[in-house]
């Protein structure tokens, strides 16, 4: 049962344009979520993260956008740079329970 | 900056055979993690520790896998014996705390290979 899914698998976006990375999840009890990035051959590490009682975190170039009623969470990446070419997780979760995605590989193209 | 650290980094063993991995968090964290993660997919959280005890293993394959955290500090992974299926990527993590409030930082990962 996937409680996390990130449909799309990849995403190809122009440097300087804008990267959306979406995340749906099942679980209306989920009250925090993360974003995480991966480099190939590291492990993935922490971007930004959103509570269930806000609807926007901001963070540099990096603003996640919550929707509780759609259980559907974006990343947005403004402006998108060639270093941030990786493979993106989100997380949801409640307590000890989370869940990881399936991961969204982007390639920003100079 | 601290890290979480993890060997080997690369590990290939038979079919059958016993496999472990070590893990050494970042000072001062309280909660660490096990992941795998196969190729496609996100982690897969296979045993959680608070401190020296197991605060989740649900997911663990206990027939095969274990793992332990003795004195709360560093921690290892065991495979036995090893089957095809767990060829996959073995990642660890640790944070201040569990859950909700705290981030989690990765290691390196150990990718193992069994043939």
């Known amino acids: 049962d996937q409680q996390v899914k990130q449909n799309s698998p990849s995403l190809s976006v122009q440097e300087g344009r804008i990267s959306i990375l979406n995340c749906d999840y099942t679980?209306?009890?989920?009250?925090?979520f993360l974003w995480y990035k991966k480099y190939p051959a590291e492990g993935p590490t922490f971007l930004i993260s959103i509570s269930s009682i806000k609807d926007k975190n901001e963070d540099g170039r990096f603003t996640v956008f919550l929707n509780k009623s759609a259980k559907h969470l974006s990343l947005h990446i403004v402006p998108s740079q060639p270093g941030d070419s990786a493979v993106y997780f989100c997380?949801?979760?409640?307590?000890?329970?989370?869940?990881f995605g399936t991961g969204t590989s982007l390639t920003v193209i100079p | 900056e601290a890290e979480v650290a993890q060997s080997p980094r690369y590990k290939i063993t038979e079919k059958s055979q016993a496999v472990a991995f070590w893990c050494d968090p970042i000072s001062g964290h309280a909660t660490l993690y096990w992941y795998r993660q196969i190729l496609g997919q996100g982690p897969e959280l296979l045993v959680q520790f608070q401190d020296e005890s197991v605060v989740d293993d649900s997911q663990l394959p206990k027939d095969r896998f274990s793992a332990e955290r003795l004195k709360g500090v560093d921690s290892t992974l065991k495979i036995q014996p090893a089957e095809l299926g767990d060829s996959a990527m073995y990642l660890c993590?640790?944070?201040?705390?569990?859950?909700?409030?705290?981030?989690?930082?990765f290691g390196p990962g150990t990718r193992l290979t069994v043939t």
């Open positions: 997380l949801g979760g409640t307590g000890n329970q989370f869940y």
């Open positions: 679980n209306s009890m989920f009250d925090y």
């Open positions: 993590a640790s944070s201040l705390g569990p859950g909700r409030t705290y981030e989690q930082y």
